[in-house]
Every structure is written in structure tokens, then in C-alpha cells.
């Protein structure tokens, strides 16, 4: 039996949910194929703590694959990052008051990691699926940004955990009311895509070529 | 009984299909408040044509409400239309060849009409259900408003049909999957989306105020 | 000698200045071709107050050709505006306080009004000067509009009013520094544009044929 | 005599000027505050290519300041980049053919390097001079980024190098006119903008502290 992880996030700024751990908590008690069972975990939107929860989870259920999930408020698509960067640059307070600016995560860390999901053909599966998603080049500067470099700097010195990345999520169709001309996804659509991304990371050894990047 | 009419579009513009016939082919055979029966109809996507149907229709169901649908893609909430105006300007041709440019549509016409649907009532009715609604002032120029500006010029002539009005509609998400970067909406939260238009067009005597209007 | 008149706007929602006035005072004591001398005026964005200083200065000048500027921040282009609409709805107060929600503003007025400048020709005047200018269906529901449909009332019933409507510019790159992610044009570019304008209101009798409409 | 190295790319995508090279060409022969000669050149919008061209301007001229600037169309502002990621994945074919898909650039190079320039600085003294301007966390993953990454991985081995750095800029309004809807920036901007960054980098000995980050 391995375990796979997947992380959520409690709301932040003035929102009342945060669509991550709303899919993710559907996932609680499931078992992929009857070899993989699911551990889920709500981490705070806050710098650093975030980080030592997970890393106290990582530690814990040993998986072998991890996706973290965040919040994109007004991106219209799933988003499967690709690269985490070793800074903090906060736009707004995290959840406990700090508001990092240009701070480096990891002392000794590298610029940046990239994610080690299969993220081109996560894509393609989940669009043959009809679910709007795309890779994104930048997860931002904020939590999201912080605890993806905080996993992948994990993964890095401990190869048992085989895949792991970052999944930017827009807003379910309630908070959209209250950000008028912003995009939103439903939550099934949201839990049928988590389901297809994790059998994409099980089943895919080697990632494929699909053309999705951007010329800025 | 006092029948309800309800219109979608063919797809158009190379797209397979078109959301708002997709949501309103679910309508098909269904009663509210074992009062009023609703019609459905698929409108071609043709200037002429498209309204020569609709009025055929009219005049055949005498329904005392009506709303047309149409897709707007690209935007990301259900768009209550609140104006239609009096010219065809056609961006790209029609699914018969047909480009009009700045033509009238009706010849001793006014230069628009106002939606007599309760506009804002019905937007605060979807986001008080947690679904993204905005009021629009433009439908464009196309077929869409094209067939709305019909609607609205019966309308003016016989009374019997107390109200009516056009709504855009996201795309849905797998016709999103092929426009990277644009926002849908999935046909459940559309079809009950529809359903709670109806019910505030049946229950609001009177539109209530809300402010929702655009500075440009 | 046949007057034209220009009009830009007052500072408004936290602004300290307003592009349209900053284009149109560069105009004042000019004469086009020695034959058309410019009358400069600056309207409050004040629902009502505007339209009576507007009447006012129509009466007095009785211009053959009146453009009024306003701002649109936000928008990337010079928008030529197609349409005013018989509706306030105010997304914020105005200058004096006034928040109109879903008002007419002339009661037995039409529900719409189409601009009599040549909007076509501007547009590929302009796009063939190097200028990005587009068309726009709608001068939103605020004092703009306001404006707008103030001023096509008057000149529907002044037939020596020969053309009039109203042009929506973006923010000076001053202003954008305060809306990170805002386009801009520099006020350079937009006295070029207003000057093409003109002269192509001037010499163009009829307009063009030029699509530009939109879907939705 | 220390000299400063300015870059910018032939057109691509069907254009046929690059705002970059035209920014860039009007630096041609000059010199700052007597000391900082500034050198220019144009490098082909061609994975590869451009590097090998850009390192032989390295050692050519010993530059201890290198900014490279390319156009991102539809972006309506300066935009200062953090980060170049070692990945080429091209949406669309370069000036030669070449469309790479998931590519190291430098094959045992690190993920990722951060500009050398003030970031944080320029931002503010361009927003101090009325010029719109933000940090990027992405500079894509086409030619641009490419020449990114080759700029910031020779300056890793090459300490006289102190500073250097990629800056995008955005349309110039006549391709906007080309592209309607999109953002554009005229070249008098433009050029004060570089000049103001060019101080900003001779001046400002450490960055400063500014909250630009992104939240996703």
C-alpha cells in the first residue's frame, strides 16, 4: 500500500471557502485501485507554518506521490504549474499576519524546481475529458508559490516520494457571485478532474509532448 | 395554460455544438406549476431566417414569456441582456455566407428596445443561489442580436406577451477545452440556471433595484 | 464660421485628473482649415448638471459638430461609441453624490439614440494613422451615457446639429501606475487621434463600410 | 569606460517591427554620465542562434550592465522580469522552424535564475515617473526566456557581469491597430522608459522593498 497525499487550503482573503479543500475532502477515505489510498490535509494560508505541517505529513504517510492544491481566484481553468521559485513576495497578509516581501524560502535552495507530475499529459487528459486546463508557468509569490517550492524541496532530497506539484483551481461558482467577471468552475467539475489527474500520474511513466507554452 | 417559449442557437463558428441549445433541450416536455407548458426551439444561426422562425413561433405557441438564449463565449457568467439594438454587424459571416454591415434591421424601427424581463431581480435570484449572473448592455451585433431585437419588436405589437428577453451563456467546458484560457460554465449549473430564471419571471411582478450598471 | 465643440470631463471615482479634459484643453482657441473655430468646455460628472451645462453650451455655441470625451479606464483603445442608451445606473455615486439606479433620462425619450459621427471612417482613419481605435456597442450606464444620450436628444430636434456622439479613451500612463495591470495611451497619441477625428468628421460625408461588430 | 549592452529581437509572429529593436536602436551611440558607453544589438527571434550571438557580444564587449528586452504583445505594461526558467517550449514556430517542446536550455544547469537587477526599484521610480510598470514572476517559455536564462547563466560564471536582466514591453499602438483589443505603448515612452531604467541600475546600489508579488 502507498499512500498519496493531497493538501487543500483553508480560505483566506474575506473568503468563506476555499475551492482546494472542498474537492480535496472529497477524497477522504478513498482508496485508487485498491493499492493507493488517499490521505487528505487542510494546511493554513500562512508562510512557513504551511510548510512545517506538511512536511510533518510528508514524514508521516511517506507517499509517493503529493499534489497540493490552491486557490487561483479569476484563472478560468485548471492549472497544472510548472516550476515553484524560491521567493516570498506577499501582495496581501497571509492568515496569520505576515506579508513577506522578496523573502527567499529555502536559505541554500536553488531558484526554483520543477514539478515532477506528468504535467503535458495531465493536460491533454484532462481537455480529452472536457475539462478546461492548461499549464501555467508561475504559481505566483504568495502560499501556493511557498508551499510548492516547500514540497518539491522535499522531493528533491527524498526520492520515495516519485511525483509531486502544485494544482491552481479557479473559484467555485459561489464565490464568483461575489467577484463579478470572474470565472468559476462547479465542484464536480472540480472533483472529476482531481480523479483524472491522479489516474494520469499512476498510469503515465513518462511524460509526453504537447505544445502549451507561451511566448510571454 | 399559457405556454412559455424557450430558444437556443445551432453551433456556429466552427464549434460542434451550442451551449444554448444543449440547456435548452433539457426544458423539452416540462411544466411549471402544472400552469405553464414550455416550448423549445432551435433557432439556425442565420440573419432573416432565425427571425422569420421566431415569429412563426410566436404566432403558433402565443406564449406570454420568452427567452432566447445564445452563447457568448468567452464570458464567464450568465449575462441577463438588457438592450437590443437596431443594426446587423457581423463580425464574421453567418452559417449561411451572410455578413451584414451596419444594416437596420427593421426599417421604421426604433434604434434599440429594452428587455422586459425583470433583469435585475434576476440576477440577484442566481447569485443568491451561488450562480455568477450580470446584467449586459451590449448582445453585440451578430445573430444573437439580431434575434433578440426581434423578439423585442413582436413584443411591442402584441401585448400578450408580457415579457421576453435574451441571455448569453458561457461556453461550455468542452468547447472551452479548445479555446485555451477562456471561462465556462457546466451544463448542470446552466440548466439550473434556466430553471431559476423562469421561477423569477413567474414570481416577480416587478423588477426590484440593484445596482449593476458599467461606468463605460 | 460654424463651431465645433469639444467637451471632456471632470476628475472623478478618486481620479486627480481626466484624460478627456487633458486631450480637449489642448484644442482650445484652435481653428480647423480657418473655417471651423474649436469651443472647449469641461461637463462634472454630475447626472443632470452635465446634461443642462451641456444644453447650455449647444445653445450658445449651436455647433455643427460636437464630440464629448470621456473616460474609460481600462479599455486599451479609443472606442467609438455606436449607441447611448435611455438609462442611469450607477455603478458608483457621482461627483455630487447622486447614485441613479435603473432611472430614464428622458421620459418620453426613445430607448436609444445612434451616434451621427461617422464611426467607420474614424475607426480606419485612425488604425491607418497608427492609432488603435475600435468601434464600441456600448458607452456604459454612467455619466458618459448620460451625457451621450443628453446629447443626441438635443440633436435629434436641432437639425443644424449635422453629426454628434461621444468617444471613450483610456487612461493616461499617469493614471495606470495606480491600476497596476490597466492599459494606457500617452496624451500625445490621443491629441493625434482627436485631431484625425476631426477632420475625418470633416470630410467624410457618408461612412464607410468597415466590419468591426461583435459576436456577443 | 565601462559598457553597457542593450538588446533587442528581430519581429516574429508575422510582425514586421519588434518594439524591443525600435526602443533599443534610439540608444544607439550614446553614453552615460561620460562613463558607460552604451553598446546595441539586435538578436534573431531564433532558439539558439540568439544566445550563441548574445555571448559573442558578451566577450565582444565586457558589459558590467546587460538588459534585454523583448516585446510581449497584449501586455499593457513594462514588465520587469524575475525569473528565467530552463525550459523551451514554443506555442509557435521561431524565425528558423524551430519548435522546441520541453527543452533544457542548459543541460546541467539549475531550474532557474533570478534577475540581477533592481527589480523592486525600477518599478517604483518608473511608477514615480508616470510610466506603468510591475514585476513578471514569467517571462514565458519562448525565444525570450530563452535569452533569459543564456544572459543570467553567463553572468552566474562571469562576476564582472553585475547586473543583468530581461525587461518585456508592450505593442507599440500601430501593431495594436493590428491586434484589436490589445494594450499598446508608444515609443516615447518607451524610450524615456529605458532611460529611466538605466539610471535606476547605475544608481541604485541594493533593491529596495516594494509588495508587487502575485497571489497566483
Redesign the interface.
Known sequence: MTPILLTGFAPF?HETMNPSWEVVRRFQHRVIDEEYPIQIAQLPCEFGTANANLVQLLQQHQPSLVICI????G???I?IE??A?N??????PDNAGQ?P??QTIALNG?????STLPI?AIVKH??DQ??????S??????V??HVFYGLMHYANTHPTLKRAGFI?IPY???Q??LH???????L??LENALWQILQTCLEQEK?I????????
Chains 1, 2, 3, 4 share one sequence.
Open positions: 482573503d490552491g486557490q487561483a481566484g484563472r478560468p481553468e492549472s510548472r516550476v521559485i521567493v516570498d513576495d506577499a501582495r496581501i506579508q516581501i522578496d536553488p531558484a526554483a524546481y520543477f503535458k484532462l481537455r472536457g475539462i478546461p486546463a492548461n499549464v508557468q508561475s504559481a505566483g509569490t504568495y501556493c508559490n491552481h467555485l461558482p459561489e464568483a457571485c463579478p467577471g470572474t470565472a468559476s468552475m462547479s464536480d467539475t511524460d509532448r504537447l505544445s502549451t507554452g507561451t511566448i510571454c
